[in-house]
């Protein structure tokens, strides 16, 4: 970001309304689903902290910054639902960087002990037969915005879709 960017941009914080915080002069990064890159769900068997076995889902997101200055996506804490049940929480340390209007490509790996969904049954059969399984990840995601701080926003939806087993 130029100097006269970056002058500008604070002179904006410095004239904003005492009220006005950072979180409503900096837009959060849009999430979306990336097209080209397919999510894949693969059961896991049995094995140390999964005595029921699992699942590992490999979402893939594309991350774009809307705002006029660059910034890193820092984190993203949240919760993944399948068929619109509770699946996994989610906490990934990121540190990508998005230059102003920049998109990246973000691969999140989220692992389920089968042990601890007893109310995925149904789900899991489904998964099995290689029937689609609807996903939602949702949640909170900070950013490091340099001089500006480090805001988080959310909750939000950040991604849905269908997901099948890979073999």
């Known amino acids: 970001m130029t100097a006269l960017r970056r002058g500008a941009l604070l002179l904006l914080l410095a004239l904003a309304p005492g009220c006005a915080t950072l ?3 900096i837009q959060p990064p849009t999430f979306r689903v990336a097209e080209d890159r397919p999510e894949e769900l693969r059961l896991l068997g049995p094995g140390v902290g999964r005595p029921l076995g699992g699942a590992a889902i490999r979402l ?3 991350v774009t910054n809307p705002n006029p ?3 890193t996506l820092s984190s993203l804490r949240g919760g ?3 068929e619109g049940q509770q ?5 990934f340390p990121l540190g990508v960087p ?3 209007g920049q998109e990246a490509l973000v691969p999140l790996e989220i692992s389920i002990s089968f042990a601890d ?10 998964a099995v037969t290689g029937g689609p399984i609807r996903y939602q990840l949702d ?5 490091d915005a340099g001089v500006l701080g480090q805001p988080s926003f959310g909750p939000m939806t950040l991604l849905r879709g269908d997901v099948r087993v890979t073999r």
């Open 23 to 25: 979180g409503q002069v």
């Open 60 to 62: 893939y997101a594309r």
């Open 69 to 71: 200055l660059g910034m």
């Open 80 to 82: 993944l639902l399948l």
């Open 87 to 91: 699946a996994a929480r989610v906490d």
């Open 98 to 100: 998005l230059q102003p």
């Open 117 to 126: 969904l007893p109310g995925l049954a149904s789900t899991l059969s489904r």
């Open 139 to 143: 949640g909170t995601v900070g950013v």
